[in-house]
């Protein structure tokens, strides 16, 4: 029996490398791609900035940037084939109605990620730049390093893309029975003041305006959720019911 279990374990790994290994290659070929069109890339990063001539202060300063956005950009691009690797070693330990929950889940997932990434470069990064680097304009000539800014844009779009999972989030934890949307709904009031604490830590800018927006872009999407977990109860206890065995009398 230990052999056994000494067995599945060794091929349980050998099956994670083999994985990973193919992970690796996919993001070496993904990046080396967006490497060779860096320029286009660094033009649509640089593009809510303006004119704005950025500069860098060290010797490696500029290839390491340059380096980092590929790997980022070649993250993204391999992301459906790093998505299905991870599928491919997790989906045997599954049952078949969390394959099917998963399968149901992740396009969700991916698709709100990528709203959220749109929606912060399209509607909070161009002001937000324009505020950091207007302010304090008329004392100083702004110099901004280039990796400072690469920081803050990558950061803020992640942060924002994250937030866009709120609703799958929930739906998913309501299918599985651990949240209501009345448990929802109840903590709403409490939802709405963490929605501007949080808006102030996330937004870099002091404005109203920007805190406003993500705090009202967070109270929407907690509204989805709410909504969603209540279509994924009526879901669920339909199918209880008919999955219920009917009652015939002797």
């Not at 067995?7 to 690796?24: K, M, Y």
């Not at 992640?158 to 937030?163: E, F, N, P, S």
């Not at 709120?166 to 739906?171: F, H, I, N």
Request: charged letters at 20%; proline letters at 5%.
């Amino acid at each position: 029996m230990d052999d056994e279990k000494k067995a599945s374990v060794l091929e349980h790994l050998r099956e994670l490398r083999r994985r990973l290994l193919w992970s690796a290659i996919a993001v070496i070929v993904t990046s080396s791609v967006c490497f060779a069109f860096i320029d286009r890339i660094f033009a649509l990063l640089k593009r809510p900035a303006g004119d704005v001539n950025f500069i860098f202060i060290e010797m490696t300063e500029g290839f390491s940037v340059y380096m980092r956005v590929s790997i980022i950009a070649g993250i993204a691009v391999a992301m459906p084939f790093l998505i299905y690797q991870f599928l491919m070693f997790v989906l045997p330990a599954l049952t078949s109605r969390e394959r099917r929950m998963v399968f149901t889940v992740l396009p969700v997932v991916t698709l709100m990620f990528a709203g959220g990434v749109v929606f912060g470069y399209q509607y909070l990064v161009p002001p937000a730049a324009r505020f950091l680097l207007s302010f304090g304009a008329e004392a100083a000539n702004p110099q901004i390093r280039l990796s400072n800014y690469v920081d803050f844009v990558t950061r803020l779009l992640m942060a924002i893309g994250i937030l866009f999972e709120m609703p799958v989030v929930t739906s998913f934890l309501a299918r599985m029975g651990l949240i209501t949307s009345k448990w929802l709904a109840d903590r709403r009031r409490i939802m709405i003041i963490l929605a501007f604490v949080i808006a102030a830590f996330i937004t870099p800018t002091p404005d109203a305006v920007n805190q406003s927006i993500v705090a009202g872009t967070m109270i929407v999407l907690y509204e989805m959720s709410i909504w969603a977990a209540r279509l994924v109860q009526k879901r669920r206890q339909t199918t209880e019911v008919l999955a219920e065995p009917e009652i015939t009398e002797p």
